[in-house]
């Protein structure tokens, strides 16, 4: 028997739930809104030494060494 796309994508959608579940367990609220506030300050460093973009490595590469 096929398996039909609609129990693929309810598998896709729990593989989705459990790895923000274990990218998120143990912080509270606060915790992820602060750590979301940091990421975003990192991002708008980031952007604004490099105004005019380049390649997603050359992005990859300053995200990784702009701390």
Not at 20 to 31: I, K, Q, T
Request: aromatic share 12%.
């Amino acid at each position: 028997m096929p398996v039909s796309s609609g129990y693929l994508l309810y598998l896709l959608v729990a593989a989705l739930v459990v790895l923000f579940w274990r990218h998120v367990r143990g912080l509270s609220f606060d915790a992820l809104l602060a750590r979301a506030a940091r990421e975003h300050q990192h991002v708008h460093r980031v952007l604004a030494k490099h105004p005019q973009g380049g390649t997603w490595r050359a992005y990859q590469d300053w995200m990784r060494t702009q701390a």
